[in-house]
C-alpha cells in the first residue's frame, strides 16, 4: 500500500536529489521545512514493548538496506537511552517522534568515557546518534547526550 505523507522536517542529514526540493543548510540554524514523500513500509518503536520493536536500533537493524523509498520508524514517546547508529547502507530512514518533548533519545556519553577496547571516545565518538544513511530525516524527536 502506498501512502502521501506530509511533514515538517526539523533536521535532515543529506537528502537524495528526489527528497531534496529545498535546500536545509542554514549556517547551523535548523528550518521547518515541509515536504511530500511516500511511503509503503514503517516500523512502530515503543519502549513498553507495545510494538514492532523495543529499541530504536533494532527497528534500523531490520529496516531495509540502500532502499529508494523512505522507510518510516515511528518512535512512540519515551525516553530510548540507548546510542544509536544509522550505517550507511540504511538510506532514505525518517524517524518520526511524538514531539520534542515526548520523544528523546539519549545516552551520557562522554569524550574521556572509555570503549570496550578501553580507550577514550574522544569528542567525535562520543555522541548519542551517528547518522550515515544518505536521505535520512527525522521529526519530533530531541536528540540528547
Known amino acids: 500500500m502506498n501512502r502521501t505523507l506530509i511533514t515538517t522536517i526539523l533536521f535532515a542529514g543529506f537528502i537524495a536529489g528526489m527528497y531534496n526540493p529545498l535546500k536545509v543548510q542554514a ?20 519502549p513498553e514493548g507495545k510494538a514492532d520493536f523495543k529499541t530504536v536500533q533494532a527497528a534500523i537493524d531490520a ?34 517522534g511524538d514531539g520534542p518533548d ?9 569524550a574521556k568515557r572509555l570503549n570496550s577496547d578501553g580507550k577514550e571516545f574522544g569528542t567525535s565518538g562520543s555522541g548519542t546518534v551517528f547518522m550515515k544513511g544518505n536521505g535520512y530525516m527525522a521529526q519530533g524527536i530531541m536528540f540528547e547526550n
Open 27 to 46: 549556517a547551523g540554524r535548523s528550518r521547518n521545512l515541509s515536504v511530500e514523500f511516500k511511503t509503503d513500509s514503517c516500523f512502530v518503536v515503543s
Open 63 to 96: 529496516a531495509p538496506s540502500f532502499s529508494d523509498k523512505r522507510f518510516v520508524i515511528k518512535i512512540r514517546q519515551g525516553v530510548y537511552g540507548e546510542v544509536v547508529h544509522l550505517p550507511a547502507e540504511k538510506t532514505n530512514i525518517f524517524f518520526k
Open 102 to 110: 515526548k520523544t528523546v533519545l539519549s545516552f551520557d556519553n562522554y
